[in-house]
């Protein structure tokens, strides 16, 4: 079982980026499902989540520029990011809490991270 992150890259400040986030692997369901994020030097935020039956709570420092979705049947989340500035500038790291047995546990999962650079 893995998360597999991609839609990172370079982008001018103002541009926009969509990351987007598949869950693979002998999968028995996923509750939240989140974006982090950690700019050099500082510590891990939480950037967005989303649980599974689509409840939305974002950093106010994305309020208003970044919507999170996912798409149940694709166990994939995604990031939509508008208006970017520079200190948007990290490693994105997707999240979930998946449940891949038959017991009735979930565990968190990280994906390996995509790299969003917002020039000025």
């Known amino acids: 079982v893995q998360l597999q992150a991609s839609g990172g890259g370079l982008v001018q400040a103002g541009g926009s980026l969509r990351l987007s986030c598949v869950a693979s692997?002998?999968?028995?369901?996923?509750?939240?499902m989140a974006w982090y994020r950690q700019a050099p030097g500082k510590q891990r935020e939480l950037v967005a989540s989303?649980?599974?039956?689509?409840?939305?709570n974002y950093a106010d420092s994305v309020k208003g520029r970044v919507t999170i979705s996912r798409d149940n049947a694709r166990n994939t989340v995604y990031l939509q990011m508008n208006s970017l500035k520079p200190e948007d500038t990290a490693v994105y790291y997707c999240?979930?809490?998946?449940?891949?047995?038959?017991?009735?546990?979930?565990?968190?999962?990280w994906g390996q991270g995509t790299v969003v650079t917002v020039s000025s």
């Open positions: 999240n979930a809490y998946m449940r891949v047995s038959v017991s009735k546990v979930y565990y968190e999962y």
């Open positions: 989303i649980s599974a039956g689509g409840t939305t």
């Open positions: 692997g002998r999968i028995f369901g996923i509750k939240d």
